[in-house]
């Protein structure tokens, strides 16, 4: 049985018409080369007690933040956007505080840059990156960590080095499920999760498992790893449609969930779907933001 109500503290739209999605080229991601609107996945989330959602950046691009605020303040269902700026740029502080000013901007959550696209694997321990993210901490932003698995040394440097900010993992790290192989990542997620002010997200486990054969038996391993080290009161659901969609539907994807949390008592299933997002970014009723 899944939770109810459930926060997705995870999910994405595009519009192709609007800009181009240069991650989408990769012949393997034809699925879902097309634009995706919430207009879309408000039924999906609906069938499934989802009564809420955090709107997560797609690219590295300054207006799409925007954007997306635009349309958290127009939505029943958006709770929350994590937007991207750029944490290297000297006027960083000034841009959140505007990003604030704008439509919708009280629903500016966190921060994230695709990390995982950084060359350099110690790219989050740049003094000009963690200037970038203290600037995030003093914000009151969370920021979302969106990595390789060999990136989470890093990831836990900056986050040792900021105890002020917390860090949320995105996709458990993105583990080599399909391979079947839990080290080094297991270690790694255990030095990052013995930092207090780290969280990490129930998400992308299908997309890193063989989208065609995967099972709950290749989950599982990796889920209760995630639980293990970091306790329900510091992990969140989320779905990463539409990209799931290119291994699940959303209702597998919310079922999958439910049954590798089912050993948990009701209340901490609870807080793992709804409590620890509505904690961490500070997502309140509409409103009331």
């Not at 690219?59 to 269902?77: C, K, Y």
């Not at 000034?94 to 060359?119: F, K, N, S």
């Not at 003093?138 to 986050?159: F, K």
């Not at 391993?221 to 989320?238: K, Y």
Request: hydrophobic share 45%; net charge negative.
């Amino acid at each position: 049985m899944t939770p109810d109500p459930i926060v997705d503290a995870h999910q994405h739209v595009w519009d192709l018409s609007a800009r181009d999605q240069p991650w989408l080229a990769d012949a393997a991601l034809a699925p879902i080369r097309r634009s995706f609107a919430l207009t879309e996945l408000e039924p999906e989330a609906a069938s499934t007690k989802v009564t809420s959602t955090v709107l997560v950046q797609t690219i590295a691009v300054a207006d799409e933040t925007p954007e997306f605020l635009a349309l958290a303040a127009a939505s029943r269902l958006v709770a929350g956007v994590v937007g991207w700026v750029d944490l290297t740029a000297p006027d960083i502080a000034e841009t959140i505080g505007a990003l604030r000013e704008l439509p919708g901007g009280e629903h500016l959550v966190g921060i994230r840059h695709p990390v995982q696209d950084e060359p350099d694997p110690h790219w989050l321990i740049r003094p000009d990156v963690i200037r970038g993210l203290a600037a995030v901490a003093s914000a009151g932003l969370a920021y979302d960590l969106l990595v390789q698995s060999h990136q989470i040394p890093a990831a836990a440097r900056a986050a040792a080095t900021l105890p002020e900010l917390t860090f949320v993992l995105d996709h458990l790290g993105k583990p080599p499920i399909a391979a079947g192989e839990r080290a080094p990542w297991a270690g790694d997620i255990k030095t990052l999760a013995a930092l207090p002010n780290t969280v990490c997200k129930l998400s992308g486990l299908v997309t890193e498992a063989d989208w065609r054969t995967w099972s709950l038996r290749d989950l599982r391993p990796f889920a209760e790893t995630a639980l293990e080290e970091f306790g329900p009161d510091r992990l969140m659901f989320g779905s990463d449609w539409p990209v799931c969609l290119l291994a699940a539907s959303y209702r597998d994807v919310v079922d999958t969930a439910a049954t590798l949390t089912g050993s948990l008592s009701p209340t901490e299933q609870a807080t793992v779907f709804a409590g620890t997002a509505t904690r961490v970014y500070g997502l309140l009723p509409r409103g009331e933001r």
